[in-house]
C-alpha cells in the first residue's frame, strides 16, 4: 500500500520534536493516532517502538516512560528555553530588523522547541527607544556585502536620504557608490560597512539599513586595506560610526569620568596627570558634530585643550548654539 512507502520514522521523529517535551509525553497509541490522521501513515505498536529505538541509535535524546502504556518525549535540544528566550530579546530589541522580520524569525526561534513550550517563550521586556526600521530586503544587503568581502570584491550601491519633509529620496540625485568593503561594523545597534571610497580616496562608512537596494558585486579587485588600517583603532577613533578629519585631541577630563575614557578609549588610551581633580587624555580622533557633541554631553567636565582649530571649532558651536536660542 502507497502509505507504506512513506518515511514513518522521519514523520515520527518530526511528531517527537514538535510535539513532546518533559510535561508533555505522547503515548504510544497517540503516536499511532498522529501518524495515521496527520500523516496518513499506519504503524503497529511494535514499529513505533523499534523506530523509536533507531532515532535514539542516531543521536536523538528521546526518554521513555515505562507505565501500562509507554510515554515518549524528546528530553533535549540543540537550544535550551533560556537560551532561545535570549534569542528573541535580541531579535526584538535589535534597531536593525525590521519589525516584519523580526515577527518572522520569533516564528522560526518558536519552532526550535515543542509546541508545549512555546507559551514560556513569551517574552514581557520593554526596550526603550527601539525604532525598527523599514527596509525589508536588510538581510539580503548584508549577505551580499559579507559575499564581496569574502570574494574581495567592490560593490556598487545607491543610499538614501531624507528631506526636511521626512520624504525618503537617493542621495546625491541617486548617485552610484563604489565600494572596496573591508568590515561589516555593528555599532549603536546599526550595521555599517566599513571599505574605501574610490570618490574620497578613503576609508568611509555607510549605515546598511540606508542602502536602498541589495548592492552589485562587480568583478574588479578591491583596494587593499591601508598598511596603516586597523578595525579597533578606527572604532575607538569615531563617534557614532561619523567621518571626519582625524587628529589627535588633548582633553581635560575630571576624574569621576576615568572610567567612561577607559570604556570609550580602551585601557591603553594614553593618560597625563593634570591637577588634583582631573587628568588629560591624549587620543586619536575623527572630528565632527557628534565628537563635539559627545564633550558637551559631560557638562564641562571634558575640556578640549588642543590642538587649538578644534578647541576654535568646538567654541563657534557653542556659541552659535547659544545664538539661537537669543
Not at 199 to 205: A, D, F, G, R
Amino acid at each position: 500500500m502507497a502509505e507504506y512507502n512513506k518515511p514513518r520514522i522521519l514523520y515520527l521523529k518530526r511528531i517527537l520534536e514538535e510535539k513532546t517535551d518533559e510535561e508533555h509525553p505522547l503515548t504510544t497509541s497517540q503516536l499511532i493516532e498522529i501518524l495515521n490522521t496527520e500523516f496518513g501513515i499506519y504503524a503497529h505498536r511494535t514499529t513505533i517502538s523499534k523506530d523509536i529505538a533507531a532515532l535514539v541509535d542516531f543521536g536523538m535524546d528521546i526518554v521513555t516512560i515505562h507505565s501500562t502504556q509507554s510515554k515518549y518525549f524528546v528530553a533535549s535540544r540543540k537550544f535550551e528555553l533560556p537560551e532561545l528566550k535570549l534569542l528573541i530579546d535580541a531579535v526584538e530589541s535589535s534597531k536593525f530588523i525590521t519589525e516584519k522580520k523580526s515577527r518572522a524569525l520569533i516564528d522560526k526561534i518558536h519552532s526550535l522547541t515543542s509546541e508545549g513550550q512555546v507559551s514560556k517563550l513569551k517574552r514581557n521586556n520593554y526596550v526603550a527607544e527601539r525604532i525598527k526600521p523599514d527596509n525589508e530586503q536588510i538581510y539580503y544587503i548584508v549577505d551580499t556585502i559579507n559575499d564581496a568581502i569574502n570574494e574581495g570584491k567592490k560593490i556598487s550601491f545607491q543610499y538614501y536620504d531624507y528631506t526636511g519633509l521626512k520624504k525618503k529620496v537617493l542621495k546625491n540625485k541617486g548617485e552610484i557608490y563604489t565600494l572596496s568593503p573591508y568590515h561589516l561594523v555593528w555599532s549603536g545597534d546599526y550595521y555599517y560597512v566599513m571599505g574605501y571610497s574610490d570618490k574620497k580616496n578613503k576609508v568611509v562608512t555607510f549605515r546598511v539599513d540606508r542602502i536602498a537596494a541589495n548592492p552589485k558585486i562587480i568583478e574588479a579587485d578591491i583596494v587593499p586595506q591601508p598598511d596603516n588600517f586597523e578595525l579597533a583603532d578606527v572604532i575607538k577613533k569615531v563617534f557614532n560610526m561619523y567621518d571626519g578629519q582625524e587628529v589627535t585631541v588633548d582633553l581635560r577630563c575630571d576624574n569621576s569620568l576615568m572610567k567612561k575614557m577607559i570604556d570609550r578609549f580602551g585601557e591603553d588610551v594614553k593618560i597625563l596627570a593634570y591637577d588634583m581633580t582631573s587628568f588629560r587624555l591624549l587620543t586619536d580622533i575623527s572630528v565632527s558634530p557628534n565628537f563635539f557633541g559627545w564633550v558637551f554631553g559631560f557638562g564641562g567636565k571634558v575640556q578640549i585643550l588642543a590642538p587649538k582649530e578644534v578647541k576654535e571649532q568646538y567654541r563657534q558651536m557653542i556659541i552659535h548654539t547659544a545664538e539661537e536660542f537669543e
